[in-house]
Structures are given as structure tokens and as C-alpha cells.
């Protein structure tokens, strides 16, 4: 049977506990959610890293506390932000890299206009020292798609030695500024990946539900979390864990099996820390 992997995104840099108290932001609290995450189901965590304004932050030091607190917990596999503290320079966004150098790590595939916030800033320069990093210390990169032309940037990092092979997609849909999150859009994307990809999908908000039953359905995998949805149902506010627990309940019906660490670090290539 079919083993999919289920990524949670527990904090995010943006949205604030006032939207959801569930939202975890200092290093213990986003260590105890994930260990519940796992417990759920979850095979990977991706995280972010707050302030104590509640702000994004690519603080080495909290990574550094975070990520020794999960591995205390349990072998989820840790896949590190490379993003979200607005005005990071290239160096702060790849610093908690090579200090932690976990086992997989976002690779934002280009720039957008994040609407209404701003530039979203992803040079070709910086993916560039972004890759080689990642390869120097043994990472592999998660592949943030945010429109269709992205899966092209990468094509050229990878022939150019930056990326290595096979590569591994995230598609995010339903950022303003991105593909719109509807079932034509992924299928639109994943017709045009790799032959040799493997790849995850979710959608923001409302959307989350139809991208995540389209993925199952289309062979991908998927995430979920706080990060891209704060809402179990509509007006109901979610946890971290109860996504986990029902995205295992719906690979389940569809006569799947939920990935374990183990089987995630088989299906992508990954050594075990």
C-alpha cells in the first residue's frame, strides 16, 4: 500500500496567538506541540521560530533549544524554515542552518508579491549560496512552489549543480500573490514536476480540506498545521494535533498508510541524525 507522509507546520511567522490560542511560540511549547503531532501521526515538523513579541524570528539560539527539545521527545524528522523574519539578511537566513544542519530544510523557489505585505524576496543569487549550503551540510531541500514558474528556477539550479537529485516539492496554493488554491492548479503543477520528484501539497485557509483530498487522491503528500490554517471547521478553532489525527483518518479511508520518520527518511533520501 501507498505510504504518505504527513508534514505539520505548528507556528508559522505571522499569525498571532489572538487568532488562535493553540498556537505554540516559545521553543517548548512548539517542542511539546510537535511530540503531540508525532504521537498523532505527523513525520515531519516545519518550523518557525517567534519572538517574544510574537514576531518571526530566525534566532539560532531558539532553533538550537527547539530542535534539542524535539529530538529529546522523539525521531520526527525537522525541517527548518529558511524564511520569515522580514529584513533577514541572506547569512541570518542560513545561519541556524549549518549550526543545527537538520535533515531537511525550505527552499523558497522564487520571489512573489506576498499581497498586501510585500516582496517576498528570493534572489537568484541567494538560492544559489542557499543550495550549496544545503549541500555542504548534507540537507535536503524542500522545494516551495508558489507558482508555476518556480518548477522552472529549480530545473536551472539543478542543472547548474545546486540542487541535487531527486528533488522533493512542496506546492503552496493560496498565498496572495500565487497560484490560487484549486484542484486545476495542482494538477496543473504536479503535471510539470520532474519524473524523478517526489512531492507535498497544501492549501491556506479554507482551501486546506480540497488540496489536501485532491493530493491523496493524485499519489502526493501533505501538510497541515496552524501555520496555514487555524480552523478545524468553519468558526471552530483548530490544534496542531486534531489536523494530524484527521488527515490519518482520511489517508486511512483511502486505503493508504501513513508514513512513519523511518519510512519519510527511505522515500526521500534522508540520513537519520
Known amino acids: 500500500m501507498e505510504k504518505v507522509i504527513i508534514t505539520v507546520a505548528t507556528t508559522g511567522a505571522v499569525t498571532p496567538k489572538s487568532t488562535n490560542p493553540h498556537i505554540p511560540m516559545a521553543p517548548g511549547e512548539i517542542a511539546d506541540d510537535v511530540y503531540q503531532c508525532w504521537q498523532a501521526g505527523a513525520a515531519v515538523c516545519h518550523l518557525h521560530m517567534r519572538d517574544e513579541a510574537g514576531l518571526g524570528t530566525m534566532d539560532v539560539k531558539k532553533f538550537e533549544e527547539t530542535v534539542r527539545l524535539i529530538r529529546s521527545k522523539c525521531d520526527i524528522v525537522i525541517n527548518l524554515t529558511t524564511s520569515g523574519q522580514e529584513g533577514a539578511s541572506d547569512e541570518t537566513r542560513m545561519a541556524h542552518l549549518i549550526s543545527i544542519r537538520p535533515e531537511m530544510a525550505s527552499y523558497d523557489a522564487g520571489t512573489i508579491n506576498w499581497m498586501p505585505y ?13 543550495g550549496k549550503t544545503m549541500i555542504d551540510n548534507n ?9 508555476s514558474g518556480m518548477i522552472h528556477n529549480t530545473e536551472f539550479f539543478m542543472e547548474h549543480g545546486f540542487i541535487l537529485r531527486p528533488p522533493h516539492y512542496q506546492f503552496v496554493l493560496g498565498v496572495l500573490g500565487g497560484a490560487q488554491a484549486t484542484v486545476e492548479n495542482l494538477v496543473h503543477l504536479k503535471n510539470k514536476l520532474p519524473e524523478d520528484a517526489t512531492w507535498s501539497a497544501f492549501g491556506v485557509g479554507k482551501a486546506h480540506i480540497p488540496i489536501m483530498l485532491a493530493t491523496i487522491a493524485l499519489g502526493g503528500h501533505i501538510r497541515v498545521g496552524l501555520e496555514d490554517n487555524v480552523y478545524y471547521s468553519k468558526g471552530r478553532l483548530a490544534t496542531n494535533a486534531e489536523l494530524v489525527s484527521r488527515a490519518v483518518r482520511i489517508i486511512g479511508e483511502a486505503d493508504k498508510i501513513v508514513a512513519t ?3 519519510t527518511r527511505a522515500i526521500l533520501g534522508l540520513n537519520k541524525p
Open 118 to 130: 510585500g516582496v517576498f524576496f528570493n534572489a537568484p543569487q541567494f538560492l544559489a549560496k542557499l
Open 139 to 147: 540537507i535536503k531541500p524542500e522545494l516551495e512552489i508558489f507558482d
Open 261 to 263: 520518520p523511518d519510512d
